[in-house]
C-alpha cells in the first residue's frame, strides 16, 4: 500500500516536534549525531529548512534560499517556530500543483513531489537525531520512515553534495526499515542492535 506523502510529512514533522519539546534549557549545547552540529544547530537547521522549502514551492531562486542558512530561525520560541514553519510548508505543499512545480534548489531543479520526499527525509533522521542528543526514545514512526525510504534516492543524491555521510558499516539483512534509513544517511549506532 502507497504511503501519502503529506501523511508521511504530518508524521514526521510530529517526531521531531515531540523531541522539540523535551529540550530543556541546559541541553542546547548538547552533541548531536551530526557530529558539526549541537542541538541549537540541529533545531535551526530544522526549522530554517521548514522555511527554505516553503520559499522553494513559492518561486525563490537558489540563491535567495542559500542566504537563510546563517540566520536565526528559534527566536524566543522554538517550538513555536518549528510549529509555524511546519504549518506553512504544509499548507504550501497542499497547494494547486504544488506537487507538479518545478523549484530551484541549490543542489539542482526538483519537483515539488520530490521536495516532499526529501522534507520528509530530513525530518525524519533528524527527529532521531534529536533523540539521540537527549538520550530519549529514538524509535520513529513507522510510515514516515518508511515514505522516505521509497524516496531515498535522493540522499544519494544530496551524498553528494555532502548533505549526508557515508554509511559506515555493512547492514545485516535482518536490519529493520528505521536502521536502514539511518545507515543510508551515513548514521553510526554502534552498541545498538540493527
Not at 521536495?115 to 530519549?136: E, K, S
Request: glycine share 8%.
Amino acid at each position: 500500500m502507497a504511503i501519502d506523502g503529506l501523511i508521511a510529512f504530518g508524521r514526521a514533522s510530529t517526531e521531531f516536534e515531540s523531541r522539540l519539546r523535551l529540550v530543556a534549557a541546559d541541553a542546547w549545547a548538547r552533541p548531536t549525531p551530526c557530529t558539526e552540529w549541537d542541538v541549537y544547530a540541529l533545531v535551526n537547521h530544522v526549522i530554517g529548512g521548514n522555511r527554505r522549502y516553503t520559499m522553494l514551492l513559492h518561486g525563490a531562486l537558489a540563491q535567495a534560499v542559500s542566504r537563510t542558512r546563517t540566520e536565526d530561525h528559534l527566536g524566543d520560541d522554538p517550538i513555536g517556530s518549528f510549529a509555524v514553519t511546519a504549518g506553512e510548508l504544509s499548507a504550501a505543499f497542499r497547494e494547486t500543483d504544488a506537487m507538479t512545480r518545478t523549484a530551484h534548489h541549490p543542489l539542482g531543479d526538483r519537483s515539488g513531489a520530490e521536495l516532499l520526499g526529501m522534507r520528509v527525509i530530513d525530518l525524519t533522521v533528524h527527529a532521531w537525531d534529536l533523540a539521540r542528543a537527549l538520550g530519549t526514545d529514538d524509535t520513529i514512526d513507522p510510515e514516515a520512515v518508511t515514505y522516505a525510504l521509497v524516496n531515498s534516492e535522493s540522499i544519494e543524491r544530496g551524498r553528494k553534495h555532502g548533505s549526508f555521510a557515508n554509511p559506515t558499516a555493512a547492514l545485516p539483512s535482518q536490519a529493520s526499515a528505521q536502521a536502514r534509513l539511518l545507515h543510508l544517511s551515513g548514521r553510526s549506532i554502534e552498541g545498538d542492535r540493527w
